[in-house]
């Protein structure tokens, strides 16, 4: 369709900076000369393009590149997601990103991924997108297997980042530091004078770190004990970690725990269900560190203490990286960690 060619190749010359933001597009009748097409073609182009905020009209005054034009001024941020409602993890990014943005005068565009479902109207959306240039920066809350299926999304013109443990695909990585969580929550039992500590995970991948971790705690503190770990398996019911919980809250003596990590935002109402329904004390009976993604809804009144990570400082950094890799023309395999903190040392904007 001449339509697109035309809009396609007005778009590049935005996109390349041929015609920068703020710059007078030529005439209608000036386009129509150029591209051998009529009137209502060019105009077809031009309403095209308007649409996706390149371009806006101003009156007799002519038609202008927009001073804020997506490849610029938008950014994506392509999440996971299985069912219709994204993860706690994936939420309070996506409500960072809102804040961020706002702050920056930049434009969030969210896309929910399912990655059983590819030819879902999100992947169509997201795949035109890119090539038409409607964002200029991502960042990538899941990876995997994702640029095979999209490859315009490896475009090396395209800045981007990941939140992740490791730098793939050439992609800057900037991740939660996990090591520090479990470093700060031990402490801060231990400075409670708690030593049977239990850990409830959301799998089995955290185990081997978590284990190196307390060899090293015992080094120094041969009381504290690795009391309890119990893994949640993905996509678990709720009733069943909350069984495991008051199960394990049910064992006497030495054997019954006094206190536990939480190392996942999806399991803090099976957790504080089952606590309840075994009869103990929040703070008496036992302490409880909660991962918390901040800003995070509260909806409870529990005395628990909430430790996790700045969505918005992470994706600050997100921005910052994608804002750098623009000045630079290029991406370097960057690895970046944000550090673990406590609800009362995060910024009250923030939670």
Known sequence: MKRNTISDAIR???????????????????????????????????????????????????TF???????????AIIAPTQGSIPSPFVQAIMKAAVQVAEQSGLTVRP??????????????????????????????????????????????????????????FGIPAIYPDEREFDRRAVEHLRALGRKRIAHLLN???HMPSLDAFYTRVRASDPTV??????????????????????MMMHLQGESRPDSIIVYDDNLTQPVLAGLMQAGVRIKEDIEVVMYTNFPTPTHDSMPITRLGFDCVKL???????????????????????IPAEFEHEVLPSHI
Not at 26 to 50: C, E, F, M, S
Not at 65 to 75: E, I, K, R, T
Not at 315 to 337: A, D, Y
């Open 111 to 168: 896309y929910y991924i399912d990655p059983q479902s590819i030819k879902s109207d999100e992947w169509e959306q997201l795949h035109d997108d890119v090539i038409h240039h409607r964002f200029g920066g991502i960042i990538f809350l899941w990876l995997t297997s994702l640029l095979a299926k999209v490859p315009a999304l490896s475009d090396p013109g395209i800045p981007s980042v990941q939140v992740s443990s490791e730098a793939t």
């Open 225 to 246: 004990q690795q009391h309890h770990i119990l893994v949640a398996p993905p996509h678990s019911q709720q009733r069943s970690v909350a069984t495991s919980v008051y």
């Open 315 to 337: 994706v600050e950094q997100c921005v910052g990286q994608i804002e750098s890799q623009r000045r630079q023309g290029q991406k370097t395999t960057t690895m970046l960690h």
């Open 65 to 75: 590149v927009a001073l804020n034009p997506p490849h610029l001024a938008d950014l």
């Open 203 to 205: 799998d089995a991948v």
């Open 12 to 62: 590049q010359k935005i996109v390349n900076g041929h015609w920068p933001p703020g710059r007078r597009l030529p005439t209608r009748q000036a386009l129509a000369d150029q591209y051998k097409a009529g009137p209502n073609t060019i105009q077809a182009a031009i309403d095209h393009l308007a649409r996706d905020g390149f371009i806006h009209a101003r009156g007799r005054l002519g």
